[in-house]
């Protein structure tokens, strides 16, 4: 009698984490394929290599934004080495957090950009000033090719944006779910350095 009565328990406990994934799944999907990188875009300077990178946001992340939402892009800028023989090699890697905050009633639109140790507000006049600075990387810094042995490497970038995280119980039942809004990365082209 007791087995029956544990089949019934596990049973009734599978059925109510089901319940709860197809009533959670519709807030939490994604669409992975909406955002893209249009370029990562690779200069060398003055001994200094530098990445610049655009991101497309999709429609729903912009309507999210332009109702009150606030969002927060993550930037990964990393290089790695290539190797033949071997998996990549990551040297050196950079964080961007940016924060979106808009305010349609009052029309205030800014922007906190924290970049290793330092923190920068801007503010925008509209919307789509805010989008065009917030999702572009411009001349970003990387590393010194004096710092790098001789080789051929590559910059990926990955962008994306947290979603609110969930209470801790529900979080704990519902491991399988992203806790990303969405996620994308494109590499460059790989370049050499020479001794």
């Given at each position: 009698m007791p087995i029956v009565n544990f089949q019934r328990r596990i049973t009734q406990i599978v059925i109510f984490l089901l319940i709860l994934l197809m009533t959670f799944s519709p807030l939490f999907s994604t669409n992975v394929h909406s955002h893209q990188i249009n370029n990562v875009l690779v200069s060398v300077?003055?001994?200094?290599?530098?990445?610049?990178?655009?991101?497309?946001?999709?429609?729903?992340?912009?309507?999210?934004?332009?109702?009150?939402?606030?969002?927060?892009?993550?930037?990964?800028?990393?290089?790695?080495?290539?190797?033949?023989?071997?998996?990549?090699?990551?040297?050196?890697g950079s964080k961007i957090i940016r924060i979106l905050k808009s305010d349609p009633i009052k029309r205030d639109f800014n922007v906190i950009n924290i970049d290793n140790t330092q923190t920068v507000e801007r503010k925008f006049k509209d919307?789509?000033?805010?989008?065009?600075?917030?999702?572009?990387?411009?001349?970003?810094?990387?590393?010194?090719?004096?710092?790098?042995?001789?080789?051929?490497?590559?910059?990926?970038?990955?962008?994306?944006?947290?979603?609110?995280?969930?209470?801790?119980?529900?979080?704990?039942?519902?491991?399988?779910?992203?806790?990303?809004?969405?996620?994308?990365?494109?590499?460059s082209h790989i370049f050499t350095i020479n001794p």
């Open positions: 300077n003055n001994n200094e290599i530098y990445v610049s990178t655009t991101v497309i946001p999709d429609s729903n992340f912009v309507e999210s934004l332009s109702a009150g939402i606030s969002k927060e892009l993550i930037f990964y800028l990393d290089l790695f080495r290539v190797w033949n023989l071997w998996p990549n090699e990551f040297i050196k919307i789509e000033g805010m989008l065009s600075w917030a999702f572009n990387i411009t001349d970003y810094k990387i590393a010194n090719i004096r710092d790098l042995e001789p080789g051929k490497y590559f910059i990926k970038v990955t962008v994306e944006s947290n979603i609110k995280r969930l209470p801790p119980i529900i979080g704990y039942f519902l491991f399988f779910l992203s806790q990303s809004e969405f996620s994308v990365s494109k590499k």
